[in-house]
């Protein structure tokens, strides 16, 4: 959540921090702003709304200065306006954050309280919690004098989630960049240093990064910087050097990055797929993850924990684990795993997925883990992301960059992953025979091509969205391994079209959901082929009997489903393991139609950012 950038160097601070910002769009849009040095002052320049706005504002805006920093943001404390969008500035003192100031009231009122008793008033010209560290840091320069002593001051006073960039008119050459929890990444370029949330915004200019650990400091002067701990005192640090470059963020010629992603899905789960087959013999290995032979065989419980679509991703892999490989399996979201006091063993196995590699409910579990001594797998697809860094074990998505805010490539990447896992954990307590392993290596290697037909249901919810748009809601249905991806389809049209949508089981409808259906209702029903075909088939003609507009996806051929369906979509003949892959497809693609039908930005759906930072 948020995005910010700083830059000082030789090149044109706007240009740099511009480019930066935008690569980072995706962390939040509801405003941004940029505070660069112009005539020995920082000039600040905000605008509410998307980055293009700022960008309009900023093309005839001079600055000569070769220092600035810049944000773009998702919300937490005061509406998204121009008065609440960072940088926040106090005497001079310019800063950008990303996260929450918990105890931001309460050092409010010390301020204040602090300020009377010297004859002051202190004005907040803002009702974010940001402001208040401007003013703390504002404060403490007055005393010190020094930017990074000022930091050093304030640092333990802060509760909460943040990282935080600051600059002063009075040190035009110095920038602090400091955190607790979001990330922030340091690049030394030729002549010049860049800071940013994400090293994509870092790459353009250098590959050799250091990773900022939670209350370091970084202090950067002129080209060039040092870090620091919390005492004041330097410390050396490792140079990563990236072993990519900036991936292509172009939606070459899609309409929007979403489309293109699902499109891309296919090469997205092959190269999930690939370090882990053998396609010559058939088999599956997942060497070289962390997790040694010895503690796949001594596995006996697994835990799966994630938020939001990764989760959904997650309890396919309970339904496979569980089916092939006879481990029992729990999967919990990460913000509840946290709190609920979770009664765990050596023998479990912790697989936490996220796809931004960020997400502060799931770091927290990951470190909870960490403290209980289960040993953790994290499934990312950003390499060196803080929970990538700090699992015990490494799984990597390998889909890319995915821009669109709803995730579509990750998801099924991960799917394809969590196959992998189940065959793994199956082999290596001697449950899988060659005979099986071989079957279902097959199918795996055969999906790529069969999500390829799917994506020809393109075309049918182009075509239907002026339709659906205007149902009053959207039910979504399946059993087993088909039940998740109701969840997860239901999840996309709600965070694409603002529209109700609930996922269920199918066999859990006739318990209340049921009431909910007329001919208003949409009821989408996942009815591939498998064991729970007729136990599925008869939870649809109870929604049919009851007036619901069925929209079903089957496997090819089943003339009695395309029956009794209104739209019936055909899904190409797989194994059981294999159908959540197909099936992801046509419900992204529904929910991408009905968004756009309904004049919605599928890229940044409203009030959403990619990298969830805050609790
Ligand atoms: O980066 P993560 O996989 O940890 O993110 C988890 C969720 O925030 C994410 O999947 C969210 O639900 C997406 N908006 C789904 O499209």
């Not at 160097?9 to 941004?32: F, H, T, W």
């Not at 706005?53 to 600055?63: A, H, S, Y």
């Not at 943040?162 to 009075?170: E, P, Q, T, W, Y």
């Amino acid at each position: 959540m948020c995005g910010i950038v700083g830059y000082s160097g030789p090149q044109n601070p706007k240009d740099v921090i511009m480019g930066g910002l935008k690569s980072l769009e995706y962390r939040g849009y509801d405003s941004a702003g940029v505070a660069i040095l112009h005539k020995g002052e920082f000039k600040r320049v905000r605008a509410e709304g998307k980055l293009s706005i700022l960008q309009e504002k900023l093309i005839n805006e001079p600055f000569d200065g070769h220092l600035g920093i810049g944000h773009t943001r998702w919300a937490t404390h005061g509406a998204p306006v121009e008065r609440n969008a960072h940088p926040h500035t106090v005497k001079g003192v310019s800063i950008v954050h990303n996260g929450i100031i918990e105890n931001y009231l309460e050092l409010r009122e010390e301020l204040a309280r602090d300020a009377k008793a010297r004859g002051q008033v202190i004005r907040f010209e803002s009702e974010t919690d940001t402001e208040l560290v401007a003013h703390l840091i504002a404060y403490q320069l007055e005393i010190t004098k020094g930017l990074l002593e000022s930091v050093l001051k304030i640092l333990p006073r802060l509760n909460g989630a943040f990282s935080i960039l600051v600059v002063s008119k009075d040190h035009p050459d110095e920038m602090i960049a400091f955190k607790n929890g979001p990330p922030l990444i340091i690049g030394q370029a030729k002549g010049a240093v860049v800071v940013a949330s994400d090293v994509q915004a870092i790459l353009p200019h250098t590959n050799k990064v250091v990773y900022i650990d939670d209350f370091e400091i970084a202090h950067v002067k002129g080209e060039s910087f040092r870090i620091y701990n919390s005492k004041g005192e330097p410390i050396v640090k490792p140079v990563v050097e990236i072993d990519w470059s900036a991936d292509r963020v172009e939606k070459e010629g899609y309409p929007h990055f979403m489309l293109k992603e699902i499109f891309e899905q296919p090469r997205a789960v092959a190269r999930a797929l690939a370090p882990h087959i053998d396609v010559a013999k058939q088999t599956v290995s997942l060497s070289g993850t962390g997790i040694t032979d010895a503690q796949w065989a001594r596995v006996e419980r697994v835990l799966i924990v994630a938020c939001g679509t990764s989760n959904y991703a997650g309890m396919v892999g309970k339904y496979l684990i569980e089916i092939m490989a006879r481990v029992p399996v729990e999967t919990d979201i990460a913000s509840e795993f946290r709190y609920r006091q979770p009664v765990m063993g050596a023998d479990t196995l912790a697989i936490v997925i996220s796809q931004s590699g960020e997400t502060a409910d799931t770091l927290a579990v990951l470190r909870q883990l960490k403290t209980l001594g289960v040993p953790s797998l994290s499934v990312c697809n950003v390499k060196n992301s803080t929970i990538d860094r700090e699992a015990d074990g490494h799984l990597y998505m390998n889909s890319g960059t995915e821009i669109g805010v709803a995730s579509t490539k990750a998801f099924t990447s991960t799917i394809a992953l969590m196959n992998v896992l189940a065959l793994q954990i199956a082999k290596a307590k001697g449950r899988l025979s060659p005979e099986d392993e071989a079957r279902y290596v097959n199918a795996l290697l055969a999906a790529p091509a069969q999500m390829e037909t799917v994506l020809a249901c393109d075309k049918f919810f182009a075509a239907a969205a002026d339709v659906l748009k205007n149902y009053k809601g959207f039910l979504y249905m399946g059993r087993g391994v088909s039940y998740p991806l109701a969840l997860e389809g239901a999840l996309k049209l709600k965070e694409l079209a603002y529209m109700h949508a609930e996922g269920y089981a199918a066999g859990e409808m006739k318990h209340g959901p049921l009431a909910l259906i007329d001919k208003r209702m949409a009821v989408v029903m996942l009815a591939p082929s498998d064991n729970l075909y007729e136990k599925t088939l008869s939870n649809l003609e109870e929604a049919k009997a009851r007036g619901g507009v069925i929209i079903a996806l089957g496997t090819v051929g089943n003339e009695r489903l395309r029956g009794i369906s209104q739209s019936y979509l055909t899904l190409p003949r797989a194994e059981w393991n294999v159908n959540p892959l197909l099936e992801a497809v046509p419900l992204q693609l529904l929910a991408y139609h009905v968004a756009s039908a309904l004049g919605h930005d599928v890229d940044q759906p409203r009030n959403l950012a990619k990298s969830v930072t805050v609790e």
